[in-house]
């Protein structure tokens, strides 16, 4: 693939107080890319996603979206957050807004489209996640699944120009794991730049372009799939493989 970057961190560091959580991390996603993070719980890969939309700050390096570093406050913040999507575990939905409402929200008060403009798109990414006829429920009224697929219709509804996905699929009960991945198939295969962070190597497997290693805080590996799951280089990969894949 031609590198077009669309994320740049260069040299990025952060600790919490003592603990170093990102060192020297240098990642370049580029436009169109799917990039999968796996490693081990503590790795840092939560604080990765986060501190590429400023949910976190870094003490050193650079951060670059589309060629222009974050942006520390105010409504280029939210213009950021709303170019980079995110998706976590645990849906965080609007609980007393409807599934229309919590799809539309943003591109009116972020994006300034009209509310009837942002409604009949919202009901065409609802459409593509398959919840067509759940948007006047109320997300407790959905199941996990179906609230994640919302969470996913709702970022995309912001024309986001990547999307990150932090575990996903972690929170959901097994069945309802692959219709929220098939969504993110569909993203993928759209062109779509996601980073997702994810232990479902069958999605790993067939929708990244690359698979980045985490551990303590640092990329030990990035490479294809097929070779990072063939022929994992770190002992620390060969590792967490085969405790994973034993599952
Ligand atoms: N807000 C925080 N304050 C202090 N420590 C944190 C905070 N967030 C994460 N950590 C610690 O930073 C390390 C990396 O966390 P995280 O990025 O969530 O890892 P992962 O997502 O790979 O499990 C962990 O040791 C975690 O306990
Ligand atoms: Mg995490």
Do not use: W, Y
Not at 100 to 128: I, Q
Not at 187 to 216: I, P, Q
């Amino acid at each position: 693939m031609a590198v077009d970057p669309l994320i740049e961190l260069r040299d990025v560091n952060k600790h919490f107080g003592q603990l170093h959580v990102l060192r020297d991390i240098n990642l370049v996603v580029g436009r169109g890319e799917v990039v999968v993070v796996i490693g081990p719980s503590g790795s840092g890969k939560s604080t990765l996603c986060r501190a590429m939309n400023r949910l976190e700050t870094v003490e050193s390096g650079r951060i670059t979206i589309d060629g222009q570093p974050l942006p520390e406050e105010g409504k280029a913040l939210a213009k950021l957050r709303a170019d980079v999507g995110m998706v976590f575990q645990s849906f965080n939905l609007f609980a007393h807004k409807t599934v229309l409402a919590n799809v539309s929200l943003g591109p009116v008060k972020v994006r300034g489209l009209k509310k009837g403009d942002a409604e009949r798109r919202s009901r065409e990414l609802l459409d593509r996640v398959g919840l067509a006829d759940q948007a006047s429920k109320f997300p407790a009224q959905l199941s996990g699944g179906q609230q994640q697929r919302v969470a996913i219709a709702r970022a995309l509804a912001m024309d986001p120009k990547v999307m990150l996905f932090d575990e996903p699929t972690s929170a959901l009960d097994p069945e309802m794991i692959n219709e929220v991945l098939e969504v993110m198939q569909q993203l993928a295969a759209e062109g779509m730049t996601m980073v997702v962070v994810t232990h479902e190597m069958g999605f790993a497997r067939s929708a990244a372009n690359r698979v980045v290693f985490m551990a303590d805080g640092r990329i030990i590996e990035d490479r294809s799939p097929d070779d990072f799951f063939t022929d994992p280089e770190t002992d620390r990969a060969k590792d967490f493989l085969s405790k994973i894949l034993k599952h």
